[in-house]
């Protein structure tokens, strides 16, 4: 099946701590997506991949840093740098930037 | 950025009511996206309408777009429990190539 695989689905953070966030999908498409969700609230965009070997900052970007080394995967870290971590955060991925987005199922990161 | 602002933000009907949630957004658009989200889960793709459309069907589902008021709205007919989650508008941020969601409402549809 083709789809976006995201995990794990729970991750606790210990103070200090530098944890990564796994993103991959088969679907080939070229533009992926980190997304962040607070308790209630919409989705804010952390970094972006339009191309393998290429990313831009979202809006939120700070504390948080992403490679795409090859096309099928997008891991985020959240550094020690993010003092808020707690938080769902959302992987996407779509043929074409500003089209369709498919989703991931989530990883909720909680603070230890 | 949040380009999108729902309302209501929260909604809450009976079983065969029909569920009407709008949108408004601030700059022009290429597109703009409806999207559903389960609670704990990931979103769902439901509808995408271009800027020059006025109106599109999916089922049970009509979205409408006013580009001169900037805003657009969905209607869910003859609504199931099912339907019971969170719904998202989303815009394409021209020139950037990515979507900018709004903060949702959440519907709450009772047997």
Sequence with gaps: DGGITQSPKYLFRKEGQNVTLSCEQNLNHDAMYWYRQDPGQ???LIYYSQIVND????????GYSVSREKKESFPLTVTSAQKNPTAFYLCASSRDGG???FFGSGTQLSVL | SQQGEEDPQALSIQEGENATM???YKTSINNLQWYRQNSGRGLVHLILIRSNEREKHSGRLRVTLDTSKKSSSLLITASRAADTASYFCATDDTGFQKLVFGTG???????
Excluded at chain 1, 55 to 62: C, L, R, S, T, V
């Design chain 1, 42 to 44: 919409g989705l804010r």
């Design chain 1, 55 to 62: 990313f831009q900052k979202g809006d939120i970007a700070e």
């Design chain 1, 99 to 101: 089209e369709k987005l």
């Design chain 2, 22 to 24: 709008n949108c408004s």
């Design chain 2, 105 to 111: 409402t959440r519907l709450l549809v009772s047997p």
